[in-house]
């Protein structure tokens, strides 16, 4: 079993504030898929990074993938209260069959 | 498009007694698919993975187990619970490699 460790485990912010997620392994993967889940339902991917080195964008969020591909972060900027969430960064093997979570970060943005 | 079910939506089973959630998932053919266990509040554990029909793949030793019978249906199933089988179970689907999960709506399973 490959670990991905999360950091911060909870993060609890007022609404306007900035923060980063960390998605930290020894492993390497063939891609990092970052997801969001709400209480009671499954998780809803963000984005899928692939190539080392790689940044993407979406609205507020920003996510890159490590130079090894052993990493992840997710900058949220100008947080609101609607990104309250459970935030779980995922490693796909290199098989493709197999998905590794991380151990989760829980935001709350205080309105 | 394509949709996943899972049922139930909650359960509680007493100590002992057997289980089965069942997974079928819509609009694909020939899907990866998966269950995964997640504590309150943190990351999910990959209990079983399949590939294709009967081909199944377990991440951790337990007494649970997985069939995959027909291409587009999953199921968890146990022969006598424990109080650790108590959890959110989710089933997801995956159509192939570089490819994002879709996961149900999991059951919130309590083992009394």
Redesign the interface.
Known sequence: ?QL?E?SPQFLSIQEGENLTVYCNSSSVF??L?W?RQEP??????LV?V?TGGEVKKLKRLTFQFGDARKDSSLHITAAQPGDTG?Y?C?G?DN??????????T?LTVIP | SQTIHQWPATLVQPVGSPLSLECTVEGTSNP?L?W?RQAA??????LF?S?GIGQI?S??PQNLSASRPQDRQFILSSKKLLLSDSGFY?C?W?P???S???????T?LTVT
Not at chain 1, 95 to 104: A, C, L, P, R, V
Not at chain 2, 41 to 46: H, I
């Open positions: 079993t991905l999360q063939s891609s898929q997801y009671g339902e499954g998780p809803v991917l899928t692939v459970l779980l995922a796909e098989t493709g069959n197999q998905f590794y979570f991380g151990t989760g829980s | 990866n998966y995964y509040g943190r990351g999910l554990q990959l993975y590939v793949s991440e951790v989710l997801a995956s192939g490699p570089i994002p999960l879709h996961f149900g709506n999991g919130r």
